[in-house]
């Protein structure tokens, strides 16, 4: 299959850990600007899956290319990192004791350490990556707010945020709507929605409210493999996407 137009392909990778298959000769692609959800029961092999493309794991076997052209099995996380991937955890971790605006000043993109990044003055470039960024997050009224004060949704949102500080090409968010309000939830698919305008998404979700409210294309991984893909549609009505995890 062509890599070019790509901005992730993955073809026959697999990994072992001690002998166990935990990613087992998975192929998946990801078109330029696309966002795709990723489903599957857990240990499908989800979160070795971006283990694997952000560096944090090395395949034992296959091909991993990110752009079409950049061979990810011969970079390191921090290469990987600064080359565009950026990879949003479950869990927040936002500095609770700065303000909404401050986090996502720390997290701009360019070499800073803590200290010239809070007192310098924002340069107006700066300033308007910021309120752009604040807009998406929809946190403009909470600027100065400080991030222990966010609830948990606020915080999910930071956090990405954050990320987009960073100016990544490919966004990797793994579990973004766990614990979210039914409107949090709701506000969270239109905000990545709005982020898969200018960027390629790969969202991790067990939430199927949500990775409906999302309309992409949907991978439900099992056992280290795609078991099905297409529309949620396609995927939901197929027998073995049911018995494995739909139907639980
Ligand atoms: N470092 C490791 N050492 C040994 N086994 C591992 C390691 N990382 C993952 N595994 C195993 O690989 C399999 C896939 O795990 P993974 O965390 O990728 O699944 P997942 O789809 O993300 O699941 P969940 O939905 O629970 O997050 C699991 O059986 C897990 O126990």
Redesign the pocket.
Known sequence: MSKSGTILYLDGVSVS??G?R??NNLSLVLDRGEMRAII??????????M?IVTGK?KPDSGEVYFNGEIDLTRHDEADIAMMGIGRKFQKPTVFESHTVEDNLMLSLKGPRSIFPALFHRKTADEARRIDDILGIIRLGDKRHMLGANLSHGQKQWLEIGMLLAQDPKLLLVD?PVAGMTDAETEETARLLKDIAKTHSVVV?E?DMHFVRELGVKVTC?HE?SVLSEGTLDFVSADDRVVEVYLGR
């Open positions: 850990f001690d166990f935990a990613i599957g029961p857990n240990g499908a092999g989800k979160t070795t899956m283990d794991t579990e991790v067990h991984l280290g």
